[in-house]
């Protein structure tokens, strides 16, 4: 199992990215995919699920109605749409998925709001 995140970097507050996550080695369309994020000192926080089916949950309310998990079963690809975002969005974003009962990670990749 691979994951391989993508698209973060540096961003002015009220701005937008796409972070794109691809998946290889197991059976994409067939398991939900997350996003996590984690910033220094802090435990790692569950972003946004989308299940196999395509449902999609934005965990947290800060989050809600700014950010937007899809994917691309066709791509082996899921995706955070982020909007408006803000200072305190700053932190590492990673790609989750568990397969078989064990948890995979991608590598993170840096998001930082800042003007």
């Known amino acids: 199992v691979q994951l391989v995140e993508s698209g973060g970097g540096l961003v002015q507050p009220g701005g937008s990215l796409r972070l794109s996550c691809a998946a290889s080695?197991?059976?994409?369309?067939?398991?939900?995919m997350n996003w996590y994020r984690q910033v220094p000192g802090k435990e790692r926080e569950l972003v946004a699920i989308i299940t196999r089916a395509g449902g999609s949950t934005v965990t947290s309310d800060s989050m809600k109605g700014r950010f937007t998990i899809s994917r691309d079963n066709f791509k082996n690809t899921v995706y955070l749409q982020m909007n408006s975002l803000k200072p305190e969005d700053t932190a590492v974003y990673y790609c989750?998925?568990?397969?078989?009962?064990?948890?995979?990670w991608g590598q993170g990749t840096q998001v930082t709001v800042s003007s």
């Open positions: 989750n998925a568990r397969v078989v009962g064990v948890n995979y």
């Open positions: 080695g197991f059976t994409f369309s067939s398991y939900n």
